[in-house]
């Protein structure tokens, strides 16, 4: 069945740029039924979503952190990527991938999640 | 502070059922048919239980059920088993093309 697993540094320092990569396995990025999308939580705090793109490319942000993020796609490699610049403090978090059907907004597939620790 | 409303904490005895709300505004809960509810134990990821407001994946128990009125979506557990105790949250699609979460609610099965 498909499964998805996030990678990428654990530790990034301040104003830096977090680079997270999710590999999709048992299945294909490109179907045109699926989003993929990231989704964040800080520690011992609720979930936020950060951003989510089709195959093709097109992509939808989270208003708040729109300026800051870059959600991009590699169908050679099964990956999508996230990329968050001028990190802070406040950016430490798990971090996590997961699928959504095209024509739908649950995300019913979800990869383990990644710590990343904004820190000098 | 989340753009979703969800109560902090519930709680219910084994057996009973327990209602979680979601409340919103029209330009989300209220505007479209796409409300999600999720289920995260501690130190894992989180599990879609409900999706499009009333339906549920392919293996979630039928104990779970979702509904909305107006702007305020509910996520309903019957039957409360030791296992339901967990964190929940709901997501609903915006006007702004985009996603938002709740807060969370923790549920305690006493």
């Known amino acids: 069945q498909l499964q998805l697993q996030e990678s990428g540094p654990g530790l990034v320092k301040p104003s830096e740029t977090l680079s997270l990569t999710c590999t999709v396995s048992?299945?294909?990025?490109?179907?045109?039924?699926?989003?993929w999308g990231w989704i964040r939580q800080p520690p011992g705090k609720g979930l936020e979503w950060i951003g989510s793109?089709?195959?093709?490319?097109?992509?939808y942000y989270n208003p708040s952190l729109k300026s800051r993020v870059t959600i991009s796609v590699d169908t050679s490699k099964n990956q999508f990527s996230l990329k968050l610049s001028s990190v802070i403090a406040a950016d430490t978090a798990v971090y996590y991938c997961?699928?959504?059907?095209?024509?739908?907004?649950?995300?019913?597939?979800w990869g383990q999640g990644t710590t990343v620790t904004v820190s000098s | 502070q989340s753009a979703l409303t969800q109560p902090a904490s519930v709680s219910g005895s084994p057996g009973q059922s327990i209602t979680i709300s979601c409340t919103g505004t029209?330009?989300?809960?209220?505007?479209?048919?796409?409300v999600s509810w999720y289920q995260q134990h501690p130190g894992k990821a989180p599990k879609l239980m409900i999706y499009?407001?009333?339906n549920r994946p392919s293996g979630v128990s039928n104990r779970f059920s979702g509904s909305k009125s107006g702007n305020t979506a509910s996520l309903t557990i019957s039957g409360l088993q030791a296992e339901d105790e967990a964190d929940y949250y709901c997501?609903?699609?915006?006007?702004?093309?985009?996603?938002?979460f709740g807060g969370g609610t923790r549920l305690t099965v006493l």
């Open positions: 997961a699928r959504r059907n095209w024509g739908s907004y649950g995300m019913d597939v």
């Open positions: 048992g299945g294909s990025i490109s179907s045109s039924s699926y989003y």
């Open positions: 793109i089709y195959y093709s490319g097109s992509s």
């Open positions: 029209s330009s989300d809960v209220g505007g479209y048919n796409y």
């Open positions: 499009d407001v009333n």
């Open positions: 997501s609903s699609y915006t006007t702004s093309s985009t996603l938002e």
